[in-house]
T-cell receptor, first 113, second 115 residues
Framework: GAGVSQTPSNKVTEKGKYVELRCDPI?????LYWYRQSLGQGPEFLIY????????DSGLPNDRFFAVRPEGSVSTLKIQRTERGDSAVYLC???????????FGPGTRLLVL | AQSVAQPEDQVNVAEGNPLTVKCTYS??????LFWYVQYPNRGLQFLLK??????LVKGSYGFEAEFNKSQTSFHLKKPSALVSDSALYFC?????????????FGQGTTLQVKP
C-alpha cells in the first residue's frame, strides 16, 4: 500500500519568507508526527497529532512554527519568517495509534538562504 | 529525561562478517526501543522494535537486536553483512508510559560494509 508522502521534496526560500510543508499519512493512521533532522543529527520531535488535535507540541522551537491537521488526515507544517537556522529535513511519520510503530515519509529538505 | 546514545559515528565491516551497531538508552519506566535505517536522500525505514517479551528481537533484512535491561542497551546485529546494508542507522526510544509516543533518537551510526 501507499506509504507516507510529503511535498514538496525540496524547498528553497529566502530568509523572512513563509513556507508550508505537507504530509499525507498512511490511510487509517490516526497518529501523526513531525520531526526535524539537521545535518549529521538524529531526528528531533516537533509535534504529535491524535486525530485533528495537537496532543503534544512541546517540540516546536518557537511561535514561528505551527501545524494543523483539520480533517484528521493530511497535515501542514507552517513556518513564518523563516531563518537560516530553520534549514533542515522535515520528516513526517504516522502510526495506527500512539502505541504502534511509526512509519516515516521521505522528508522535505528545506533550505533558507 | 529520555536519551539515546550511539557511541560510534561509523562502523566498518567486511562483507560476510558479523556486524554490531551499539545503542544505549535512558528512560523512566519500561522502554520501547526501535531501530530505523536511512538510505541517502530517503526517509527512515523501520527495522525492528522491542516492546516486551523475548530479549532477542528479529526484524527486516536479517537484522536482530538484543535488549539488555541491566546494561540499558539495545545493540543491532546481523550475522553476515552485505554491501547493501551500508547506510545510516538510528536507535530510538520512548517511555512505555508516554502519552504521546514521541521518539527520542540517537545521533546515528554510519555502517560501511566493504566487499
Amino acid at each position: 500500500g501507499a506509504g507516507v508522502s510529503q511535498t514538496p521534496s525540496n524547498k528553497v526560500t529566502e530568509k523572512g519568507k513563509y513556507v508550508e510543508l505537507r504530509c499525507d499519512p498512511i490511510s487509517g493512521h490516526t497518529a501523526l508526527y513531525w520531526y526535524r533532522q539537521s545535518l549529521g543529527q538524529g531526528p528531533e520531535f516537533l509535534i504529535y497529532f491524535q486525530g485533528t488535535g495537537a496532543a503534544d507540541d512541546s517540540g516546536l522551537p518557537n511561535d514561528r512554527f505551527f501545524a494543523v491537521r483539520p480533517e484528521g488526515s493530511v497535515s501542514t507544517l507552517k513556518i513564518q519568517r523563516t531563518e537560516r537556522g530553520d534549514s533542515a529535513v522535515y520528516l513526517c511519520a504516522s502510526s495506527l495509534s500512539r502505541q504502534e510503530t511509526q512509519y516515516f515519509g521521505p522528508g522535505t529538505r528545506l533550505l533558507v538562504l | 529525561a529520555q536519551s539515546v546514545a550511539q557511541p560510534e559515528d561509523q562502523v566498518n565491516v567486511a562483507e560476510g562478517n558479523p556486524l554490531t551497531v551499539k545503542c544505549t538508552y535512558s528512560v523512566s519506566g519500561n522502554p520501547y526501543l526501535f531501530w530505523y535505517v536511512q538510505y541517502p536522500n530517503r526517509g527512515l525505514q523501520f527495522l525492528l522494535k522491542y516492546i516486551t517479551g523475548d530479549n532477542l528481537v528479529k526484524g527486516s533484512y536479517g537484522f536482530e537486536a538484543e535488549f539488555n535491561k541491566s546494561q540499558t542497551s539495545f545493540h543491532l546485529k546481523k550475522p553476515s553483512a552485505l554491501v547493501s546494508d551500508s547506510a545510516l542507522y538510528f536507535c530510538a526510544v520512548r517511555a512505555g508510559s508516554s502519552n504521546t509516543g514521541k521518539l527520542i533518537f540517537g545521533q546515528g551510526t554510519t555502517l560501511q560494509v566493504k566487499p
